[in-house]
């Protein structure tokens, strides 16, 4: 289980629900969802006997941000949404190049997903996207060597996105198989010899050094970014 995964609740899993003042029709809400088959999203795990999912819901123009403790382990745990899955839903100037993007990650041996509003919407058909909401991916990096590549893939596509379609786009790589790190901070690290950056697991947010985080490749990834500065906007 990860940060991002998608929990499926059964109605026979008991939860707390950890937003004691929210009104009684969004809990009934929360069931909704769960005879739905809506997914629940892995959040950051106080300690690791604990699990903790988290949803958002919008009622009256309101959102609420609601967390459920899990009395056990969840059931059904899935990867996050497939970016791809989404590209209906994003403008239409920005669909072509989108495809493009998935392609390229898939190409350099990474996987884009999608959460936040984007992810919200596709799921529960609420209206959480809006005018100022941002993009929200994340790339799973399975071969370190070609993180400097991917990083100029995703500023070449949040540069476009911005340009062509006013929208924002925000997110994280997972290296190593669990440690998330926002793009633009290790992207500015690197490009800008800054020794850390902040990363996250399930369990914990920490400062790592990018020489610990990058291992062997941390020369090759500057050489590659520093080569190509001309194309990251920061």
Avoid at 88 to 94: D, H, I, V, W
Avoid at 97 to 119: P, W
Avoid at 135 to 146: G, K, N, P, T
């Amino acid at each position: 289980m990860h940060r991002h995964d998608l929990v499926y609740l059964q109605p026979k899993e008991a939860f707390t629900l950890l937003n004691a003042s929210v009104p009684l029709s969004v809990i009934q809400a929360i069931n909704h969802m769960i005879e739905a088959r809506q997914p629940f999203t892995v959040c950051r795990q106080n300690t690791p006997h604990v699990s903790k999912v988290a949803t958002s819901h919008i009622e009256n123009h309101c959102k609420y941000r609601l967390a459920l403790e899990l009395s056990a382990p969840p059931q059904i745990t899935t990867l996050p949404l497939a970016l791809e899955t989404t590209i209906s839903s994003l403008p239409k100037n920005l669909q072509e190049q989108t495809r493009s993007f998935v392609r390229q990650c898939c190409d350099l041996k990474a996987n884009a997903y999608v959460y936040g509003s984007f992810a919200n919407q596709y799921f529960t058909n609420l209206p959480f996207v809006t005018p100022t909401s941002d993009l929200d991916i994340l790339i799973v990096v399975h071969e370190m060597d070609r993180l400097a590549e991917l990083l100029i893939k995703i500023e070449t596509f949040k540069q476009f996105a911005l340009s062509v379609a006013n929208l924002r786009v925000d997110g994280e790589v997972r290296l190593h198989g669990q440690k998330d790190v926002s793009f633009n901070e290790l992207s500015h690290a690197v490009v800008s010899d800054i020794p850390t950056v902040v990363i996250k697991t399930l369990h914990e947010v920490e400062l790592q050094t990018i020489d610990v985080l990058l291992g062997w490749n941390t020369d090759e990834c500057e050489r590659f970014i520093d080569a190509h500065k001309r194309r990251l906007i920061f």
